[in-house]
């Protein structure tokens, strides 16, 4: 830094009227311009304060994410630490802000949210019409090539019902729903080819499950939201995060994939598909993908056989069967190609998540199931 200029500020008075030199005033500037240091302990003190600070203002996060757990001892005494942590929070006033912004966007109104009892919805099944055991169309890609062409392991063209044309100005009202897998989903119905002609809602909730209806509820939310808004089809996508232990009414436990555990999922399942059914109402069932880790591709293979089981009793569901798209028999793959003869990357890097482009490609088997059930007139 050149200080060889002559400094005129040095000359002129001070606030306290007196006058630097040049070699004051240089001086002054070299230890405004100094390095600074800082003790470590005080710096690790300041960043711990931070840090409990972050957390009492955020109490109320961090006692969701404890109760989304898998059940468990590690998970009574997460949620134990969290509640603590928000009741101190609560003491200080600390919690208000993030309370104002959950009071804001609504979080905690939804049925899902409130509803954690499963048997609390089963009376109101008994004035459900009657499910009929009928053939239920399976949509899957041709597992003979690399093309994404759907194609009917069962035909049902007998079986569904001619509905109202779909146009612009009176789009067919959707509701897809589901754990975080629906997002991209919901995204690609509303973008794709047909998007012009759907009037999307999404709902994407992350970490949920028909496992775990303490942490949210979706037969309770779903037959708020059909009551609500009566949507004329619906997508779920869900069970990514359902291999997991199961509390009973009783405060005993399922555990995971015994034949107890089976037969209680299979009907949370078929609650609450009976839960949305209604008029001419259509639910779209997609299954799992092939996961990359090994524990979690077990898991999900036995949550869609388990789910197969249930879609085939109830003609009011359809099944869309991703499995092949995206590495069947051959296990995860990262890359698939389109029937456009491209070649997309379709899996986030957590090995269990679809991309912007995999999900697009679900949407087109959803399309064509849906052609066959409503006309679509530009």
């Not at 995971?256 to 598909?273: D, I, K, S, V």
Request: with cysteine; aromatic share 6%; net charge negative.
């Amino acid at each position: 830094m050149d200080y060889s200029d002559p400094l005129e500020r040095a000359t002129k008075p001070r606030n306290r009227g007196e006058t630097w030199t040049d070699e004051q005033f240089r001086a002054a500037r070299d230890s405004d311009l100094g390095e600074r240091t800082i003790g470590v302990r005080r710096s690790v003190i300041a960043t711990l304060s931070c840090l409990l600070l972050a957390a009492l203002l955020t109490s109320g996060k961090i006692v969701e994410i404890a109760e989304r757990q898998e059940l468990g001892e590690a998970r009574d005494r997460q949620v134990v630490m969290a509640e603590r942590l928000d009741q101190v929070a609560n003491f200080l006033s600390l919690n208000r802000p993030y309370d104002l912004i959950l009071d804001i966007r609504g979080a905690g109104d939804d049925a899902g949210e409130r509803i954690d009892d499963l048997s609390a919805l089963v009376v109101s099944t008994t004035t459900l019409p009657p499910t009929t055991t009928l053939p239920t169309t399976t949509v899957t890609p041709d597992s003979s090539s690399s093309s994404t062409v759907p194609s009917s392991s069962t035909s049902t063209s007998s079986t569904v019902p001619s509905l109202r044309p779909v146009t612009a100005s009176e789009p067919l009202t959707v509701y897809v729903a589901g754990d975080s897998q629906a997002e991209y989903l919901g995204h690609a119905l509303t973008t794709e080819r047909l998007g012009w002609a759907l009037d999307v809602e999404v709902a994407d909730r992350i970490s949920t499950s028909l496992a775990r209806p303490d942490y949210f509820n979706w037969p309770a939310e779903l037959a708020a939201v059909m009551d609500d808004r009566s949507p004329e089809a619906v997508v779920l996508f869900i069970g990514a995060n359902d291999y997991q232990d199961m509390a009973a009414a009783d405060g005993s436990r399922f555990v995971q994939g015994t034949p107890e555990w089976q037969a209680e999922w299979m009907a949370r399942l078929g609650l609450m598909f009976d839960l949305v059914v209604g008029g001419d109402r259509h639910v779209f069932w997609v299954t799992q993908p092939p996961m990359r880790d090994i524990d979690l591709l077990e898991s999900v293979t036995m949550i869609n056989d388990l789910a197969a089981s249930v879609v085939a009793t109830r003609a009011h569901v359809t099944s869309i069967d991703i499995w092949d798209l995206f590495g069947g028999a051959g296990g995860y793959t990262k890359y698939i190609t389109t029937n456009d003869g491209d070649t997309i990357d379709a899996r986030v890097d957590d090995g269990i998540h679809l991309t912007r482009s995999g999900s697009s490609e679900v949407a087109v088997l959803i399309f064509e199931e849906m052609e066959t059930r409503w006309e679509f007139a530009e």
